[in-house]
């Protein structure tokens, strides 16, 4: 190991050190660590177990709090250790212990890039859990696989991710596919990974359902919205919403078609209709369809809120049909977003749920 080596060792860790320093302003840190220690002096409460909704907020707000005040100590206590042991490795010349360090510089690096990429989540709502809705677009049974597809793909992104995701409903297709879909996604930031994949996907290929092999074009929407949190108001008068109960459909054994267990809400002063199905219990499927309305109406008002700022920004128009965000070109082995030109040949790979290229470039421009 040359000098030129050695001295970029040293270079490395100062410049960690400088953007861990960096992060504790970003991120706030003495107030979370402030916040972290009340927190758990409140969870040592024994009191506290009788009031198990408080508790796990106070869980869920411990585990986010402890994201970044455990990082950025685990990542300042190693800098500090390994920039000594460098002084030292490198004033005696040891060559393997110089090596250890460098391999460390490379897990260091990776905890700060992770910290500074949640510096991007500026959303009040982006720590909290969210729901997909996926909607097929005209086609036909080409438009409903494609959805199909896009449901495989998310799923298999939260899999990805350690998110825990549920199929809270399911609208099959009439020959193939499907043609709607709610998702419910649970995880750290899941809302802030997420929400800049609302908009309309295109796919082009060579159609499997088309005998001379002719090439279409699909589209379908998605639509990402945040879980409320039940401490945020909603006003919803009851007399406002009707319930509807239906026999539930697809995959579920003997006790599919013999109970009108699926439930359907449809909050009539603004038409926004929400359903589940996925549970036996109707009782379980209106508690949580109920859930999905508030939260749809929270993402209502909040629309209605940015309506005027989003006609001033060309870049953040609403969604809707032909305002494309990313096109599928499978049989030109491409997958490009339009908004950020993040372009990827391996199409089966994004396909399988590495969507990262794509989240990550959209949230730097802060879409």
Not at 22 to 44: H, I, S, T
Not at 247 to 273: C, E, F, W, Y
Not at 277 to 288: K, L
Request: charge should be negative.
């Amino acid at each position: 190991m040359d000098n030129e080596q050695i001295n970029l060792i040293g270079t490395r860790l100062a410049d960690l050190s400088a953007r861990t320093d960096a992060l504790r302003g970003y991120l706030d840190y003495d107030r979370k660590a402030l916040r972290l220690n009340e927190v758990n002096a409140a969870l040592e409460n024994p009191a506290i177990w009788n009031e198990p909704k408080r508790a796990q907020e106070l869980g869920r707000e411990k585990k986010t709090l402890e994201t970044v005040v455990e990082t950025i100590d685990h990542l300042a206590t190693n800098l500090a250790d390994n920039s000594e042991l460098y002084e030292m490795s490198k004033a005696e010349g040891d060559e393997d212990g110089l090596q250890a360090i460098d391999a460390e510089a490379d897990a260091l690096e990776k905890a700060v890039e992770e910290l500074e990429f949640r510096r991007m989540f500026n959303n009040p709502a982006d720590p909290g859990n969210c729901f997909i809705d996926i909607q097929a677009g005209a086609g036909g049974t080409e438009a409903c696989d494609w959805a199909q597809m896009l449901l495989r793909q998310y799923l298999k992104y939260c899999e990805r991710k350690g998110f825990k995701a549920e199929v809270l409903e399911e609208s099959e297709g009439d020959t193939a596919g499907i043609r709607s879909a709610t998702l419910k996604v649970e995880g750290d930031y899941a809302f802030g990974h997420l929400r800049t994949e609302t908009g309309v996907h295109r796919l082009v290929r060579k159609s499997p359902f088309d005998s001379a092999g002719g090439r279409h074009t699909s589209f379908a929407s998605l639509f990402v919205y945040p879980e409320v949190d039940d401490t945020i108001e909603i006003d919803i008068n009851p007399a406002d919403v009707r319930t509807d109960t239906f026999r539930a459909s697809g995959a579920g054994g003997q006790h599919i078609n013999k109970t009108d267990s699926a439930v359907r809400l449809t909050h009539m002063p603004t038409g926004i209709v929400v359903q589940c199905q996925n549970s036996r219990s109707q009782h379980s499927n209106r508690d949580e369809a109920w859930r999905v309305l508030r939260a749809r109406l929270y993402e209502h008002e909040m629309r209605k809120q940015r309506e005027a700022q989003q006609k001033l920004e060309d870049s953040k128009t609403d969604v809707g049909w032909g305002h494309q965000i990313r096109s599928y070109v499978l049989d030109q082995s491409r997958i490009k977003d339009l908004r950020t030109n993040v372009e990827i040949s391996n199409t089966q790979k994004v396909l399988d749920g590495d969507l990262d290229p794509f989240i990550t470039a959209s949230l730097k421009q802060g879409l």
